[in-house]
């Protein structure tokens, strides 16, 4: 990565994002980059985030009131596109495919969408494209071929495919489910 010389935390993370953008051959919509940068800002102070599970907010924010269920619900889907993204080798040491937290980040995202082109529809359509650039920020960002293959086949990632490419000549075959 660039060396990143920015005087303002949103610059920096203007920059990163950018800069992930190009590493993945993407250009984000303006209001999926700003998300994903203030989603950064956000978090940056908030290193427990991987540890908190997911799941069981969600289930109980079924049963809050609109408002607070918004709430929560948003925040569960910005958790799982964080863990997704910057933190996809925890899954694996929690025994849960990766897989699981992006449905569950999609669900969320879709369950406070009030259409499907509004940001929140926007956001669990483009759940694997966002979870694509963050992992694009981490140093040592390269997929392993296993890795690389499950997210391809079963997430339908083209930062994926791409380090399939890297590792082979042939062209990987999908795997029915």
């Not at 924010?61 to 918004?70: C, D, Y």
């Not at 494209?129 to 997430?155: C, G, K, T």
Request: hydrophobic residues 40%; positive net charge.
């Amino acid at each position: 990565m660039d060396l990143l010389t920015s005087t303002t935390s949103l610059v920096l993370w203007q920059e990163v994002v950018k800069h992930a953008e190009n590493r993945c051959c993407i250009t984000l919509k303006r209001e999926l980059e700003t998300y994903l940068i203030s989603l950064l800002m956000r978090y940056t102070n908030q290193p427990d985030v991987a540890k908190q599970i997911a799941a069981t907010a969600f289930l109980n924010a079924l049963h809050l009131s609109e408002t607070e269920r918004h709430v929560s619900l948003q925040r569960v889907g910005d958790q799982c596109l964080i863990f997704t993204g910057l933190f996809p080798r925890l899954a694996e040491k929690r025994l849960v495919k990766i897989n699981y937290f992006v449905d569950l980040g999609r669900s969320a995202y879709s369950a406070i969408s009030h259409k499907t082109n509004d940001l929140y529809g926007s956001l669990a359509l483009q759940f694997v494209v966002l979870m694509d650039v963050l992992q694009s920020i981490r140093p040592h960002s390269d997929l392993l071929p296993f890795e690389a293959y499950e997210q391809w086949n079963e997430l339908g990632s083209q930062r994926a495919l791409q380090a399939l490419k890297k590792y082979t000549a042939g062209m990987p075959i999908k795997k029915r489910m």
